[in-house]
């Protein structure tokens, strides 16, 4: 039998390259899915529709798989049959012809992929503490699979036809899917034990839980204009596909410092502190993006994404892992990841409509919607108390 050091290191990398699987698609799809479906002829409110359309399925899919998961503490099964259904799923976009056929195409392929981030937080959450280690430096290589995926996107899309696009989406989610396989199964009974006492009222009617939904699901949802048309904006702008990667990636590794550093953070930065962290720096960077900032600001406001995006990511998460009951961690995820999405998806259709009526100006909308989530966290605090969070 192997030591338990060793056995430490290859869960960890594993699991890192679950993530890496997962966010080099992601560095793919979230900056040049947009640019694919302009280019398939639709227009801005359409491609808000589409990119919206995850709606419905992620309601659907995300519980279902969620309780069947706990329940049969089949954790990876489902993450490996989800991405292999999601690979195939985008092959059916990359065929089909026609806003309302991409848009079934893509609501099919939502309701395989939706469950997956939050089968494999609690994966990550529920191993990493079996295992002893910290979330942040696992979960980090996620975010440097999206820089070199966003980085592989920009190339292509000064090389290649911009229809041919979705084909690389396609071809990293299979990636994903056999990172997945990779996967060990998660020993019986292994659990993120809470710090903090379990809630004594189910999830659902908890005000302190359903006040940290809310928080998350409007910071998260302010980044709707940015995810769904700043490589538009910018491009008009006259930047070229590298730039524009470079740009998202520099977002990316301040969020990468921040995960990097996260396991080391005093005790001061609660999940409460860094979720409120994250709406100030939400709203603070949306606020600048409205006055549609010359070039040179750009990469300061991108150092913002630490806040606004992982900030708020690492506080969630925190919070999730000390409060959801034992046996109950992928059903937990779900709530947050059905949340996120309904409100994300109501966000990017909202944003289609701003931003084809007043351009940069959408983004005053997003930075109300930071302050808005900041607001929650903070009832969050007062229906729980400080301890808890």
Known sequence: MRPFSQLQVGF???????????????????PFFPVWLKAKGLDPQMIGMVLAAPI??????VPLVARVADRR????????????????????????????????????TSLALTPVMPLAETYALRGLAAHG??????????SVAFILGTFIAGFAAD???????IWLIAAACLVSALTALMLAPLAAGASTAAASPAPRKPLLRDPAFI????????IQASHAVYYGFSALQWRAAGLDGTAIAALWG???????????????????????VLITIGAAGG?????AMALDPPALALPWLQLLHAASFGATHLGTLGFVSRYAPPGRGATAQGYLAIAVGMTSAAATSLSGWLYGSFGSGAYAAMALAAVAGGAFAQVAQRARGEAAL
Not at 133 to 142: D, H, K
Not at 250 to 272: C, N
């Open 12 to 30: 960890s990398a594993r699991l890192a390259g679950l993530y890496a699987g997962i966010f080099i698609m992601g560095g793919i799809q979230l």
């Open 159 to 165: 090389t290649i036809a911009t229809r041919q696009l």
């Open 73 to 108: 503490e089949a954790l990876r099964a489902a993450i490996v049959a989800a991405s292999f259904l999601g690979t195939a799923g985008y092959i059916a976009v990359g065929l089909a012809e026609g806003a309302g056929a991409i848009m079934i195409a893509y609501a099919l």
């Open 250 to 272: 520099l977002g990316v590794v301040a969020e990468i410092v921040l995960f990097a550093m996260s396991g080391r953070l005093p005790p001061l930065f609660r999940p409460i």
């Open 56 to 61: 419905v399925t992620r309601l659907i899919a």
């Open 211 to 218: 006040a940290i939904l809310a928080a998350a699901s409007l």
């Open 283 to 287: 709203a603070l960077r949306w606020a």
């Open 133 to 142: 280690r910290a979330y942040g430096p696992v979960r980090l290589w996620g």
